[in-house]
């Protein structure tokens, strides 16, 4: 009898899905499963149930603002304006609505009119901050700087320890030629949290743009020790470190940032620079031929590598590399010169006379406007550095100044005031869950492989391979779509073989929980278990979207979450464990959970399990660390987490300098 409930339900949620416009459904229910899917950036599949509250119900404000979170998400800016201002004509008073639509408005560079939803909003509530932190970053944009400075001490008066509105105001400070004032606002951002790695970064740029390198280099160096994953502050202690005539210095620097991000422009530029620099040209070849390839027009990095390979012999590529560059700029004599010689070398010497030719017409003008894509384009000036916008192949020798020194500070230009708030602190990583997706931009490369999943996925039951995944992956239209037809299959599959109901409801199951449908997810693992007991696989699935299901609970603040939530997980995974002892992820994951309602020695067992089982689980090392950093043995979590920092996690490093006695 209950699974005919089950399937009465499932078929009906499904013709929700397909229902015509202004069809009799859930809208409560296709709400929340909508808020779940734009909570775990399946932004995509929110749209989709958003569609079908609003075709049911125009008259709604909620949908038109959730469904213009996940455009704005999209970066469809003009739809995501156009559904909050479809919300706001039904509803005025919603104060996210001006939030959203002034961001969309700002990434259409369409700052007055941001300016007036935030102030909008702000008449509504008067004390949120981050809606007041927009506002100063709009009007600072919009050249309004009086006013910006106005709304910074409204801000800093507000919220006395808030350090990016101090930041923002040294910002302005400096804008206006005011650089005692931007740096006595920056200090007193750092009096507040003098470990903040960010603003560390913030002070180092500002000191490095007033030539004072070596305290940029001392606030520099204590960010990279708080915060060793972020390649941007790399890039800027090469700078500083290349303005000190550190050349070895900045080349470690350069290449650490290539290392946390190898398709780094700017990185590979530089690093090719100082290589040429000091006669490693081959290497320094390498590096020019990956910012070709991330940028076939960049003509400085053209000409910097047909220079190289002059010298490295390869006269040809020297030849072709030159002459690519002279069609752009044809008035550059030096390009002229050099393609000359390397004729000559090729013993054209014809070609080599006639460039010849060009220098000695030209060797007694000054080009004004010889090189880049502007007509006032001068000639190469006295300095080490260049914009990156810089255009001018003269000065294809000079490094390339890190944005953050090129304009800004580079700290206070981030919109803040996402609709789900998450918690960005220290935290366990997330426990694996069985998906057909997997996340190809996550930091970790391995492709995570288990014995039992693979015997699960040969099954048969599924209608795709089985993956292991701890990274939520955002659905397209395809994938959406395949999930639904899935869903009708197994519907069908259910009444006409119910004899084989176990194997069915979980992959129904599995198919729910991926549309962010946990409430229906859930109910078919509840008839699984009844009908399928002895499959770990069940126990498993029912304990990770329980699991999930509290997660999102607690983000709507429906629940305290507690732990007697997570103890029907734990007892999930128990099952799961007790029928197949050999699965890692389960130990894992239980682990976790254990770890979450601080029962701290039982995930310190669980996590001993996992890597005994798999050595490469770079997550258990991670929490591991973490749970024996708060058992205060910290040679233990610092072995720990060097080695999650080894096998991918870079953040474990972070943690470590954290939590460093030395601190």
């Given amino acids: 009898m209950r699974i005919g409930r089950t399937i009465i339900a499932c078929t009906a949620a499904l013709w929700m899905l397909c229902a015509p416009a202004k069809a009799q459904i859930n809208t409560d229910r296709m709400m929340s499963v909508g808020r779940t899917a734009l909570y775990f950036d399946d932004y995509v599949l929110s749209i989709q149930y958003f569609n079908q509250v609003i075709n049911a119900k125009p008259y709604l404000a909620e949908p038109y603002f959730y469904r213009a979170v996940a455009k704005l998400s999209l970066e469809d800016y003009r739809g995501a304006e156009q559904d909050c201002s479809s919300a706001l004509e039904r509803n005025p008073f919603l104060v996210n ?7 969309a408005r700002v990434y259409q560079e369409r700052y007055a009119d941001a300016i007036s939803d935030f102030k909008a909003g702000l008449r509504l509530d008067p004390d949120n901050s981050s809606m007041r932190h927009n506002l100063i970053l709009c009007l600072a944009r919009n050249g309004q700087a009086d006013e910006a400075l106005k709304a910074a001490d409204t801000l800093i008066a507000s919220s006395p320890k808030y350090a990016p509105a101090m930041a923002m105001r040294s910002d302005l400070l400096w804008e206006q030629g005011d650089s005692a004032g931007a740096l006595e606002w920056v200090n007193k951002a750092l009096d507040i949290n003098k470990y903040d790695a960010g603003m560390l970064h913030h002070r180092g740029v500002m000191l490095a743009r007033m030539e004072r390198y070596e305290e940029a280099e001392q606030d520099l160096d204590r960010a990279i020790y708080l915060d060793p994953g972020d390649a941007g502050v790399y890039i800027t202690r090469a700078m500083v470190r290349y303005f000190r005539d550190n050349l070895n210095g900045a080349l470690a620097d350069y290449d650490m940032s290539i290392m946390i991000d190898p398709a780094s422009v700017t990185g590979h530029y530089n690093r090719g620079n100082l290589r040429a ?8 070849i390498e590096d020019f031929d990956i910012v070709i390839d991330a940028e076939p027009d960049n003509m400085l990095a053209i000409f910097y590598r047909g220079v190289l390979r002059d010298q490295t012999g390869d006269y040809r590529g020297a030849e072709q590399d030159i002459s690519r560059v002279l069609a752009e700029y044809p008035q550059f004599t030096q390009g002229y010169q050099i393609r000359s010689e390397v004729r000559a070398k090729l013993g054209n010497h014809r070609g080599a006379e006639e460039d010849a030719m060009v220098v000695l017409r030209d060797q007694n003008r000054r080009f004004n406007n010889a090189m880049g894509y502007s007509d006032d384009s001068g000639d190469e000036d006295d300095g080490k ?10 000065n294809y020798r000079k490094i390339i100044v890190d944005e953050d020194l090129e304009n800004s500070t580079g700290f206070s230009s981030e919109y803040r005031g996402k609709v789900q708030n998450r918690n960005v602190d220290v935290k366990y990583l997330e426990p694996y869950r069985l998906t057909y997706y997997r996340d190809n931009d996550k930091s970790i490369s391995r492709v995570y492989n288990s014995r039992v999943v693979d015997e699960l996925s040969a099954s048969g039951c ?3 391979e089985i ?3 701890n990274h939520e992956v955002q659905l397209d239209e395809r ?3 395949k999930l639904f037809a899935d869903i009708g299959l197994r519907t069908q599959n259910l009444m006409d073989n119910p004899a084989n109901a176990g194997c069915v409801l979980l992959a129904r199951a599995l198919d729910f929980a991926l549309l962010q449908d946990f409430t229906n997810a859930e109910s078919d693992l509840d008839l699984a278990v009844s009908v399928d007991p002895e499959n770990w696989a069940v126990w498993f699935c029912r304990g990770q979207i329980t699991a999930r299901s509290i997660e999102v609970k607690r983000a709507e603040q429906e629940t305290d979450l507690g732990e007697p939530g997570y103890q029907f997980v734990i007892r999930d995974l128990t099952r799961a464990i007790e029928l197949e002892p050999s699965f890692a992820y389960a130990y894992y994951n239980r682990g976790t959970f254990y770890a979450m309602t601080n029962d701290m020695h039982a995930a310190l067992v669980d996590f001993d399990k996992a890597i005994e089982l798999d050595e490469t689980l770079a997550e258990a ?3 591991r660390g973490l749970v024996l950093v708060l058992l205060n043995r910290m040679d233990d979590a610092f072995r720990d987490l060097s080695r999650a920092g080894e096998l991918g996690i870079y953040s474990a490093y972070n943690i470590i300098k954290r939590f460093s006695k030395s601190e």
Avoid at 97 to 103: A, D, K, M, N, P
Avoid at 385 to 394: G, H, I, L
């Fill in 621 to 623: 090392w991670y929490n």
């Fill in 467 to 469: 993956l292991l995944e």
């Fill in 277 to 284: 620099q000091i006669g490693d040209d081959n290497r320094a």
């Fill in 385 to 394: 550095t260049r914009e990156r916008s810089d255009k001018n192949v003269r």
């Fill in 462 to 464: 599924f209608m795709s």
């Fill in 97 to 103: 609505c001006y939030q959203v639509r002034g961001l």
């Fill in 479 to 481: 994938q959406i779509d």
